[in-house]
T-cell receptor, first 115, second 115 residues
Framework: DTGVSQDPRHKITKRGQNVTFRCDPISEHNRLYWYRQTLGQGPEFLTYFQNEAQLEKSRLLSDRFSAERPKGSFSTLEIQRTEQGDSAMYLC?????????????FGSGTQLSVL | AQSVAQPEDQVNVAEGNPLTVKCTYSVSGNPYLFWYVQYPNRGLQFLLKYITGDNLVKGSYGFEAEFNKSQTSFHLKKPSALVSDSALYFCAVRDTISGANNLFFGTGTRLTVIP
């Protein structure tokens, strides 16, 4: 399968713990996005990378959230001191080099539950 | 500011009948409009997009959408619904004026096709 891969699929953690998610985009896709989706809502933009550069960050991305894409390939999203309100599906997407209006390819997401 | 409205949380249609899933948008400049579909336990999949040109856009699985600038709408349509079309549908917009690279999604419409 050469689609966008996310790991883990599910994560259950206790409030106050740190969690880290990984996203492997489609090979040679230089654009990578993180979104968050809660029940009954559409995906909400968190952050955007072009290669290894983090070019955009949403106001939703509080200081407890940090994302990296160190070599322009895979990306990690870390949430420190998790809160119950962080419970959501975290989606990663990638798109190829070229026009910004290219479609996004989404992974299956990481479902986070904070107890 | 950009926004997307999907006025119907749920749409039910009989198999073989035409279906319409509604979407209206608000952007500062010219919109780039997208439809994505989400099946259970799977990532969002691209259906179609409008960037410029012909107002009627054809996409995957027999879906099409019509861009109406005066009504700021981009409704998704299919002439004959299949049971396998049952899923969650999201309309999304990117604002060309803001320069942001992210898509802004609606809250989704759950389509149920009744056999």
């Amino acid at each position: 399968d050469t689609g966008v891969s996310q790991d883990p699929r599910h994560k259950i953690t206790k409030r106050g713990q740190n969690v880290t998610f990984r996203c492997d985009p489609i090979s040679e896709h230089n654009r990578l996005y993180w979104y968050r989706q809660t029940l009954g809502q559409g995906p909400e933009f968190l952050t955007y990378f072009q290669n290894e550069a983090q070019l955009e960050k949403s106001r939703l991305l509080s200081d407890r959230f940090s994302a990296e894409r160190p070599k322009g390939s895979f990306s990690t999203l870390e949430i420190q001191r998790t809160e119950q309100g962080d419970s959501a599906m975290y989606l990663c997407a990638s798109s190829p080099r070229g026009a910004v209006n290219e479609k996004l390819f989404f992974g299956s997401g990481t479902q986070l539950s904070v107890l | 500011a950009q926004s997307v409205a999907q006025p119907e949380d749920q749409v039910n249609v009989a198999e073989g009948n035409p279906l319409t899933v509604k979407c209206t948008y608000s952007v500062s400049g010219n919109p780039y409009l997208f439809w994505y579909v989400q099946y259970p336990n799977r990532g969002l999949q691209f259906l179609l997009k409008y960037i410029t040109g012909d107002n009627l856009v054809k996409g995957s699985y027999g879906f099409e959408a019509e861009f109406n600038k005066s009504q700021t709408s981009f409704h998704l349509k299919k002439p004959s619904a299949l049971v396998s079309d049952s899923a969650l549908y999201f309309c999304a917009v990117r604002d060309t004026i803001s320069g942001a690279n992210n898509l802004f999604f609606g809250t989704g419409t759950r389509l149920t096709v009744i056999p």
